[in-house]
């Protein structure tokens, strides 16, 4: 069974600061990672992703992400926060059988 | 291409009510997913359905919720009779249901139930 546990529940930055949202999983099968962003009183948007290959993976909006294994890590940053990109991101995990598991999510704040 | 619809948007029974929620998921897709999302927490997964079958509804609360998919296609999401603690929003989404493919999300169900 995969899950995925994600660092601190709020991060609040500075516009135009490093944005780093952390995520660990566990998986007992080569995972997929991906990252969502959920705007309010919207559904969950697909930031990036990682299956195979190369382990840095780039995103919409400027986000990209890291596949390390050695360290079950896959964190997402960007490094100049906007203030749109306030909102609650989520990591998720799945094996090879498409069973999609999501982490508590992480809401970003930007301050100005 | 239109995305993964989903009705109604927002609902608000009486507890002890029964309630359904529907989705149409993107054409083509095989995978479709039910989630409930409670306020201030991640998706959880309620039950998955690979065509027409449920493949996992392990955490799908069986004394009070039933789903189905008929046809493979649109899904039918039901509790009955509702409870307080049925308060959420509740997700639905599709996916080719091919290995490492992304799920699409539809907006969403906001129940509430008081």
């Known amino acids: 069974a995969q899950s995925v546990t994600q660092l601190g529940s709020h991060v609040s930055v500075s516009e135009g600061a490093l944005v780093l949202l952390r995520c660990n999983y566990s998986s007992s099968v080569p995972p997929y990672l991906f990252w969502y962003v959920q705007y309010p009183n919207q559904g969950l948007q697909l930031l990036l992703k990682?299956?195979?290959?190369?382990?840095l993976v780039k995103g919409i909006n400027g986000f990209e992400a890291e596949f390390k294994k050695s360290e079950t890590s896959f964190h997402l940053t960007k490094p100049s926060a906007h203030m749109s990109d306030a909102a609650e991101y989520f990591c998720?995990?799945?094996?090879?059988?498409?069973?999609?598991?999501f982490g508590a999510g992480t809401r970003l704040t930007v301050k100005p | 291409e239109a995305g993964v619809v989903q009705s109604p948007r927002y609902k608000i029974i009486e507890k002890k009510q029964p309630v359904a929620f529907w989705c149409n998921p993107i054409s083509g897709h095989n995978t479709l997913y039910w989630y409930r999302q409670n306020l201030g927490q991640g998706p959880e997964l309620l039950i998955r359905?690979?065509?027409?079958?449920?493949?996992?509804d392990s955490q799908l609360p069986k004394d009070r919720f039933s789903a189905e998919r008929l046809k493979g296609v649109d899904s039918t999401l039901k509790i009955q009779p509702a409870e307080l603690g049925d308060s959420a929003v509740y997700l639905c989404?599709?996916?080719?249901?091919?290995?490492?493919?992304?799920?699409?999300f539809g907006q969403g169900t906001r129940l509430t139930v008081v």
């Open positions: 990682y299956t195979t290959g190369a382990t």
């Open positions: 359905y690979e065509n027409e079958e449920a493949v996992d």
């Open positions: 998720a995990v799945s094996g090879g059988n498409n069973d999609m598991r």
């Open positions: 989404a599709s996916s080719l249901g091919v290995q490492g493919t992304e799920a699409f």
